[in-house]
Every structure is written in C-alpha cells, then in structure tokens.
C-alpha cells in the first residue's frame, strides 16, 4: 500500500497520506465515519470532500483501481445523472434479483449518479436526467409503453436529451413511430452465427461473436476485441437526412438473420448463404429542436398579452387618457416592459433578456414557473438489438461491460471522457484445499490412475495374445 501511495505522491506533491490508528485516535475515527473494526478502511478528502475508497480484509490490498476512481469522481466537476426506466419489465438495478445491478455499480464506480424512476409517477423525464437507459428484455414479458411516456421521451430528445434503447428480439417496446423518425428499424428476427464464435465464449450459436466495430468514440479502442450478444435482433437503418447514423458492432460474415415460427422454434437452412453483417447496435445523432418549449411559450405568452390587455381597458376605463392618471398608468405598463407588449418587442424588456438567456438554459416566466427549453444542441441515440450482454453475470465478461460503459458516457456528453477498454480486476485463481481433498488427489495421482494404466494395458495385451 506504501509503494502504491508514494507512486500517487510521485506524479503529485499535493497528494499526501497518512495512517490512523481508530483505537488510538478515535475522534477521527469517528469524523471519518469508520464502520468496520479491526478491518482496514481507506478513505480520501479533498477540501472538505470525504468519501470511502474501500474496505479491506486484513490481509487485502489497497485497490490501485478504486482510488483512481475516487480521485477522479472528486477531482470531476461533471454532474451527469443516469436514469433507469422502470415499471415496463425493465431489468431491475437495486440487485434484488438479476438484472442490470453490476452496470448500475460500474457506473456508480465510473463517478456517475444513478437513478431509477418511473414515468407513471413522474409524467416526465427529470430535469436533471443527463441519459436515460431503456431495457426491454423478452424474457420478463415487457410491457409496452403508453402513449404519454413515449410522447415524454420523444419531448426529451427533442431537447437534446440522450437515450440508450435496448430491445431483445420479439418485444414491441411501444416506441415504433419515434424510432421511425430516427430511421432505426428493429428487425423481428434472430441472429444465428454459424462461425462457431460463440462456442469461443462459452455460449451457442444464437450468442454471436461481435469482433468488427464502427469508428466511433465508442468503440475506437477495441481493435479486434471480442464481445458476445446472446438473443439478438439486427438494427436497420432507414436513411434520414437529419440524422446521422453510425454501425457500432458488426456481426461476422457467417451470420444468419432468421425467423422464429409460431411454435417458438428457430430453423436454419445452411444450404443458403449468410446474410451478414448484420448491425446489432447503431449510434445516431441529429439536432435539437425547441418545438414543444416554443409552442408552450406561445401559449404562455398569449396568455400574459390577453390578460394585460383587459388590465389595460380597464385602467383607460378609469382614468381618460388626458387625464395625470392616465399618463402615470401608461409610464408604469412602460416601466413594467417585462410585463407589457412593448417589452416583448423591445431589447430592453426584462422578458426579452430572459428568453435570451433561456436559449442556453432552463428559464422561468414572470409567475415562477419553469419553462422548458433546450438543453443540447444534438440529440443522441443509441439502440441495442440486445439487453443480456449487459446483463449481471455477462457484464464482466470480455469487452461487454466496455460497451455498456462507453455508450453512457458518450450519451452523457462529460467534458473529459473515458472511453477505452478498463482494467480487468485480478482474479484469485489459486485452488485451497482440505486435507481430505490433498489426500484424496494423492491417492488418486499416485495409486488410481497408475492403476487403471496398468489394467489397461495388460488387457490390451492380453488380447493380443
């Protein structure tokens, strides 16, 4: 653990360590909120910042990887919240049963804030959401989503939101007509991959072996890195001239698109040639609109115009317009130009400097209320024809976990992005055994197996006799 901190104080001098005894020093024990006793904690400050880095068993080292992390969540001042949709079939994140918690974590470790919320509940994406992922796997029955949700997520994009889709093969997630003004076409059939790749990865020929990548951000750094894909659908892409769309992961040439009949079964005749590449996961962009914000803010504003109108009659009603009363309303409605018509068209209304500054962020009309307004200049979409490869249980497993993590970090748009292939954590693979277990392996080394040799051997030999 020294040689690890003093190779941190090396590439910095303002990196300083320090151990503490809590027996001897169990104030700061406490200011630190250490939990675990005897074990070892290790935890990091920056000004007035403190988190935990990790807790460690007696004999376990310190993580060279988690304090990185830690160092770089701190050191961040990126802000970006991913939202999980729920209440649909989704895989779930809290860990309660299998689902998508090891990329919730990886996330959570990559210095992101994850969230998981439902559109029933909130009616809207959340203000603060900086992507929102959405997994539809077959396998839990997904449920489509109403109207009013996709109307929600399309209003997101629109303003320049971000969205990560997910869809296993034979699910309709609901989202048909906003993916077809995306140009994304998610193909009904099931990827075959007669390679014998899967088999490479421990899985059939259903799972099939992505090696070929699109030049993107994404996936720049994976050369010819494998990952796998099991139950997946190809993505098409319908040509839009508004939106630009990039391949992500690329099947091998050996591949087959084919249909699962009424029965539920799969046939592939290999008598026909394969059809693939076939793109299984498609990265597009395209330029923000304001279209709802614009259209609320009319309505706003035709409101406010036909209510200072009728102020307006009546004052005149009350005061003639030769009258001092008259022309002291007519100098307040013009000191009041944030308010009136004349602030509207004029530069100096406080009105107009507000919409001016509400181009580039959230704004607020003259009650308080929040209006919405675009948020990014482009809108970004990716879609997945599959949800198991960032599923618990494949998620650590070759470059998945890669993709899953670059794709969200590219959707966030953070100012300094990671975007490679992680550190693999080291992995104990050392055999402990009982004494009976060292025993029986003796014997069965020493006596059994010479044994059975000789056996053999002998009725070979007497056979040939």
């Known amino acids: 653990d020294k040689k690890l901190l003093d190779t941190y104080r090396r590439f910095n001098p303002d990196f300083e360590y320090e151990y503490v005894n809590p027996l001897t020093d169990p104030q700061r024990a406490i200011d630190f909120g250490v939990q675990t006793r005897p074990a070892r904690e290790a935890y990091l400050q920056v000004g007035e910042q403190r988190v935990l880095v990790q807790r460690m068993a007696p004999q376990e080292p310190l993580s060279e990887r988690e304090l990185t992390n830690r160092l770089k969540q701190l050191g961040s001042e990126n802000d970006a919240v991913v939202y999980f949709l729920q209440g649909h079939g989704e895989y779930t994140i809290d860990g309660s049963e299998p689902g998508l918690s090891q990329a919730a974590q990886a996330l959570e470790a990559e210095s992101f804030t994850v969230e998981a919320f439902n559109l029933a509940d909130t009616q809207s994406i959340p203000s603060d959401a900086s992507v929102v992922v959405i997994s539809a796997p077959e396998r839990r029955q997904f449920q489509t989503l109403f109207d009013t949700e996709r109307q929600a997520i399309d209003q997101y994009l629109k303003a320049g939101g971000s969205v990560l889709l997910m869809v296993d093969p034979l699910v309709a997630t609901g989202l048909e007509p906003l993916l077809d003004q995306w140009g994304v076409v998610l193909d009904e059939r099931l990827i075959v991959d007669t390679s014998g790749g899967g088999q490479l990865v421990g899985q059939g020929p259903a799972a099939p072996l992505v090696t070929d990548y699109g030049s993107h951000p994404i996936t720049d750094e994976f050369d010819n890195g494998r990952s796998f894909y099991p139950l997946a659908r190809p993505v098409e892409i319908t040509p839009k001239s508004s939106v630009e769309a990039t391949p992500l992961l690329l099947t091998n040439p050996l591949t087959y698109a084919e249909t699962i009949n009424e029965a539920g079964q799969l046939e592939v005749d290999t008598q026909q040639a394969p059809s693939g590449p076939h793109n299984i996961g498609v990265a597009f962009t395209r330029a923000a609109t304001v279209e709802a ?68 962020g959230d704004g607020e009309n003259s009650e308080g209320e929040t209006v919405a307004v675009k948020r990014n200049d482009e809108a970004r979409l990716v879609v997945i024809g599959n949800v198991g490869f960032a599923a618990d249980g494949r998620f650590d497993q070759q470059l998945n976990g890669d993709i899953f993590l670059n794709t969200v970090t590219w959707l966030s748009r953070i100012e300094t992005p990671t975007l490679s292939i992680r550190p ?17 392996v003796v014997v069965l080394a020493l006596l059994v197996l010479p044994a059975v040799g000789v056996l053999g051997a002998g009725v070979m030999w007497f056979r040939r006799r």
């Open 293 to 360: 914000a614009a259209e609320e803010s009319q309505a706003d504003s035709e409101e406010t115009s036909e209510t200072e109108t009728s102020e307006t009659e009546a004052s005149e009603t009350e005061a003639p317009a030769d009258t001092p009363e008259a022309e002291g309303a007519e100098g307040a409605e013009g000191a009041e130009g944030a308010e009136g018509a004349e602030g509207a068209e004029g530069a100096e209304g406080a009105e107009g400097a507000e919409g001016a500054e509400g181009a580039e």
């Open 424 to 440: 693999k954590e080291v992995v104990n693979r050392r055999i402990s055994m009982t004494v009976q277990q060292q025993i029986l």
